[in-house]
């Protein structure tokens, strides 16, 4: 299994500003995505990061708001860009290798004022 | 669209209880998977399920993926508050994408 971390762990930003999320890994892997958790809900996908080329978005979620990069195969940022009340969530990121499981790092938990 | 249809939502129980949580799709999946969630981490896999009809048992916890590999269950014999926490099935295709349950919220009262 993978070891994931998130930074930051929490943070409580204004309407119209830009958050980067970063995720690191403790191993190389094939596949890492980015999720998003409204508390006590179920994940629903935001992107699959891919290493050297573009991420893989998510019917209604688009570059433009949520610009992924995802330099090498152990670290991803998800930036949440002029962000309102309404992208108040847990965003989670997770690693996979060759097989099907994901390892999810511990989320960050982000409130829009 | 793949659509995995979790049931109970919710449910609070008594220490010493059994439970079972349903995790039923329209769709074939080649693979199950179960997580565990505590408030403040991320989910946590418990099992994967590939083969239909396989039932694989974690200490208290019994899961089987059904025949047609549309379907699983999660029953956990003797609950305890430390079962506390909410449960995900995610089904997996082609491409490691997993598609997630609603969620079961179990709360395991002492």
């Known amino acids: 299994s993978a070891v994931i971390s998130q930074k930051p762990s929490r943070d409580i930003c204004q309407r119209g500003t830009s958050l980067t999320i970063q995720c690191q890994v403790d191993?190389?892997?094939?596949?890492m995505f980015w999720y998003r958790q409204q508390p006590g809900q179920s994940l629903t996908l935001i992107a699959t990061?891919?290493?050297?080329?573009?991420?893989?978005?998510e019917s209604g979620f688009v570059i433009d708001k949520f610009p992924i990069s995802r330099p090498n195969l152990t670290f991803s940022t998800l930036t949440v860009s002029n962000m309102s009340p309404e992208d108040s969530s847990i965003y989670l990121c997770?690693?996979?290798?060759?097989?099907?499981?994901?390892?999810f790092g511990p989320g960050t938990r982000l409130t829009v004022l | 669209t793949q659509l995995l249809e979790q049931s109970p939502q919710f449910l609070s129980i008594q220490e010493g209880e059994n439970l079972t949580v349903y995790c039923n799709s329209s769709?074939?999946?080649?693979?199950l998977q179960w997580y565990r969630q505590e408030p403040g981490e991320g989910p946590v896999l418990l099992v994967t399920?590939?083969?239909?009809?396989e039932v694989k048992k974690l200490k208290r916890l019994t899961f089987q993926f059904g025949d047609a590999r549309k379907d699983s269950s999660l029953h956990i014999t003797a609950a305890q508050p430390g079962d506390t926490g909410l449960y995900l099935c995610?089904?997996?295709?082609?491409?490691?994408?997993?598609?997630f349950g609603g969620g079961t919220r179990l709360m395991v009262k002492p």
């Open positions: 399920v590939v083969t239909g009809g």
């Open positions: 995610a089904g997996s295709n082609a491409g490691n994408m997993l598609t």
């Open positions: 990061a891919n290493q050297g080329s573009e991420a893989t978005y």
């Open positions: 997770s690693a996979g290798g060759v097989g099907v499981e994901q390892f």
């Open positions: 191993s190389q892997v094939t596949m």
């Open positions: 769709s074939v999946f080649s693979s």
